[in-house]
């Protein structure tokens, strides 16, 4: 039997189309929608090519559509299709909008809840237990604390000040290019006010690459300090970012 000519060019478009589908379906690898776009326009070109060097060709391809669309006989067909274009047109405009980024940015869980335990330097930790051991050292030796915080605001305007901001704002001069998601501000109510500090601690050693899976989907570029900071130095920077604010660690009472 021989194939009509228009089903062979759907066809070969199809099978064309998972060919540049097969790396992401099988190995988790897609090939970048745009390039895969370009990919399939110049494949459409060469069938297209291949299929119209004859005037043979030519007709068997086009045949059917003109007589789709010309033929009194074949009205309803025509009519079906006049209405099904649009309503197809509507239909993948709506999905590809409700299903990419748009929502994907409002779904995701800013703040998720932290693990029960977790690993830092080398040992692993109660979240639940886990103390700025600074922090007492507010009420007993307030200038000892004093330069901690001190130490603490080096730390941030040697490494996080980029992207969190000079104003701890959230607005750093690289946050522009981090749009999903945004670099946190700490100033303000919804903000570290709501966390305590072993949550910080646990977001600032492990980063985006720690966060647990209800956050994806996850683009974070908060990088994992732990391989780079010492405990000490993530410490003071905690007490840097609250006292900067104004805003007070939430305790677990
Ligand atoms: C390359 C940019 C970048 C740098 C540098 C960076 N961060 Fe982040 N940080 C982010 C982004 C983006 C987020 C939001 C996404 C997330 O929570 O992972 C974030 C989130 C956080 C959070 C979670 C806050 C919350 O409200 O849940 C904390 C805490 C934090 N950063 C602290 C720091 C500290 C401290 C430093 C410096 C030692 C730092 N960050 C450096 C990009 C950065």
Known sequence: MKIPALLKFVLLVVIAYLVFKAPALLMGKPIPASLAGVYLFFTVVVILLVMTSTDKGVSELTGPIYRVSFEPGLRPIRNVIVVALPIIAVAITYFSIAGGEVSSVKLRTAHPAPPETF?????????????NPYRALEESDPRVFERAVKDGGKVYFKNCFFCH??????????????????????????????L?????????????????AESAPWDSSMPAWESILSEDEIWKVILFVY????NRPRSWE
């Open 119 to 131: 690993a830092a330097y080398g040992k692993r930790v109660k979240t639940e237990k886990l103390t």
């Open 165 to 194: 901001g000079a104003k701890l704002d959230g607005a750093g001069h690289y946050a522009r290019a981090l749009k999903n998601p945004l670099p946190q501000p700490f100033k303000g109510q919804d903000t570290i006010a709501q």
């Open 196 to 212: 305590s500090e072993a949550y910080l601690f646990w977001r600032i050693t492990t980063g985006g690459p720690g966060l647990p």
């Open 243 to 246: 006292d900067y604010t104004g």
